[in-house]
Antibody, heavy 116, light 110 residues
């Protein structure tokens, strides 16, 4: 069974940085694309970024390009999202997801709040 | 990277069938069979209910079915039950390794 556990969320000031982690288990982590998806309070889902199996291909939604960076450590079964230059619009629950054949399987999420 | 278009809300009585539409473009829904649907109850993580346009994962009720025609995908919930009351999101590949979600549809069981 796929098990994904996000961590690293919290309160951060505008302009600040945060690194989110996602610990994966129950599947062969190095075999799958992984994604981050976020959900602002009371809003819908927004795909943020994804990374290929060995980290040699990455993609981002336009609104985070140049500010966020996705990475992975296949030896440790960990997915990361580095968030820089944060604004209030980045406040959201951030979910990591395993992506296979277009099917997203989700963790429980970690809340990032950007506020002074 | 515009969100796919879903109705904000759909409602139905227990036992009825409802359909949720998800309209994209020829660059996403119309061009790829990587369309999926997710159910989300309040305060919970989304749950995969349909992938590859019309495939149900193991453990998902047969009452959920889906299809695609042109640039529009559709999710049908038959035999509506109280536990189906939730938010539903569609998702499509957009090419160039990116993905887009719909705005979400709130399903209310009357």
């Amino acid at each position: 069974e796929v098990h994904l556990v996000e961590s690293g969320g919290g309160l951060v000031q505008p302009g600040g940085s945060l690194r989110l982690s996602c610990a994966a288990s129950g599947f062969t982590f190095s075999s799958d694309w992984m994604s981050w998806v976020r959900q602002a309070p009371g809003k819908g889902l927004e795909w943020v970024a994804n990374i290929k199996q060995h980290g040699d291909e990455k993609h981002y939604v336009d609104s985070v390009k140049g500010r966020f960076s996705i990475s992975r450590d296949n030896a440790k079964n960990l997915l990361y999202l580095q968030l820089n230059s944060l604004t209030a619009e980045d406040t959201a629950v951030y979910y990591c997801a395993k992506v296979t054949g277009g099917a997203f399987e989700w963790g429980q999420g970690t809340l990032v709040t950007v506020s002074s | 990277q515009s969100a796919l278009t879903q109705p904000a809300s759909v409602s139905g009585s227990p036992g009825q069938s409802i359909t949720i539409s998800c309209t994209g473009t020829s660059n996403d829904v119309g061009d790829y069979n990587y369309v999926s649907w997710y159910q989300q109850h309040p305060g919970k993580a989304p749950k995969l209910i349909i992938y590859g346009v019309s495939n149900r994962p193991s453990g998902v009720s047969y009452r959920f079915s889906a299809s695609k025609s042109g640039n529009t995908a559709s999710l049908t919930i038959s035999g509506l039950q109280g536990e189906d009351e939730a938010d539903y999101y569609c998702c499509s590949h957009t090419g160039s390794g990116t993905w887009v979600f719909g705005g979400g549809t709130k399903v209310t069981v009357l």
